[in-house]
């Protein structure tokens, strides 16, 4: 999110780059609108030092980051998309070489 404009979803997969292309051929070569929008995001953070300025973990395995570089921001939310109560649905790990890890939801990481 920049502002309340979403800028990256992951339905954007779904839709080619030029319209009227066959979804499964720009899925394949990725050249959907998601790997658009993917190298634009990646072009921005590599340009500013964005640092992250806040995280918060909500209710439903929603993960939120907040990050600023220079006088822009952005807002980072991910979205579990499935409610199976076994389905891994993100992972994070900490940081060094501990291995320690959260993952959400907890049953998920169970075997």
Known sequence: MHGDVILLGSRDMRWPQTPGADR??????????YDVQAAFLTSRFA??????????????GVVVVEAAGGSDSIRIEVIPDSSGPKV????????????????????????
């Open 47 to 60: 340009e500013d030092d964005f640092r992250v300025t806040g995280a918060d973990l909500g209710p439903g």
């Open 24 to 33: 499964d051929e720009a899925f394949d070569s990725f050249t959907t609108m």
């Open 88 to 111: 891994e649905s993100w992972r994070l790990f900490a940081v060094g070489d501990h291995g320690e890890h959260y993952v959400y939801p907890e049953a998920a990481g169970r075997g």
